[in-house]
């Protein structure tokens, strides 16, 4: 079977994730090294690369523009919201790892970690032609891509929970918030992009795969044995995914 992955996984795809994995070590052993922030905005633009251009050929401009420039709003309101209020994801705040943000709350770079992940969940998750279900079935990979970056996201200071929780420093109220906002998030990219009735393009779920490799090294290299073997596994199911996934021509 993981041979058969293996083939069916394009080499390029392959060497991003590998090369992520690898640069996870450097961002675990080595966070203050030189040139670690504007290292981290690069790597940002370049995992989140695959799936945007994807998303326009699959889409066609108008609608991928529309699509990602609501996903935008949506990510930065609600980020806003739990920054501000503590709802829905419970009391946290973002570091200066992250760069610049917006009114002090949200880093003007959310969009490019947020929306790739949504988009790769709900082609993920297209093989149900009901609405509801796929939805449903996108928001608990949403949630399953969290438990894998957030423990990780937090140990590098890319936001903090004061008050620490039970896995690995994040509270279980985290996880609630993205079952909210992640039904909301799919629901929206689903309702702006018009033409997800057709099979999604193989590339859409590349930038989810190469964060999900990133985040699974943040963890090996971290010690976080659960966040690592949540990671592998999700990587897995991806590629697997993606394997289900046809060109459209």
Request: glycine letters at 10%.
């Amino acid at each position: 079977m993981l041979t058969q992955l293996r083939r069916a996984t394009p080499r390029s795809l392959i060497v991003a994730c590998s090369l992520f994995f690898v640069t996870a070590y450097f961002a675990v052993r080595f966070p203050d090294l030189p040139g670690a922030s504007t290292g981290s905005y690069i790597s940002t633009f370049l995992i989140a690369l695959p799936s945007t251009v994807s998303l326009f050929r699959y889409l066609g401009p108008p609608r991928a523009i529309l699509s990602l420039l609501a996903l935008s709003i949506f990510g930065y309101a609600i980020e806003a919201l739990g920054v501000a209020t503590d709802f829905p994801y419970g009391p946290f705040y973002y570091g200066d790892a992250l760069g610049p943000r917006i009114a002090g709350l949200v880093p003007l770079l959310l969009p490019l970690s947020y929306a790739p992940l949504v988009v790769g969940a709900v082609a993920a998750s297209w093989a149900s032609r009901l609405r509801l279900v796929h939805v449903l079935q996108a928001t608990l990979l949403l949630v399953w891509m969290d438990a894998v970056l957030d423990p990780g996201a937090s140990s590098l200071g890319f936001w903090t929970w004061p008050e620490g929780g039970v896995f690995y420093g994040v509270p279980l109220t985290n996880y609630a918030g993205w079952l909210l906002s992640g039904a909301a998030a799919t629901t929206l990219l689903l309702a702006t992009g018009g033409r997800w009735s057709r099979t999604p393009r193989p590339g859409l779920l590349d930038s989810a795969a190469i964060s999900t490799s990133f985040w699974s090294g943040v963890a090996v290299f971290s010690g976080m044995i659960v966040p690592a073997l949540l990671g592998v596994a999700l990587l897995a199911y991806l590629l697997g995914r993606r394997t289900h996934l046809r060109t459209p021509r």
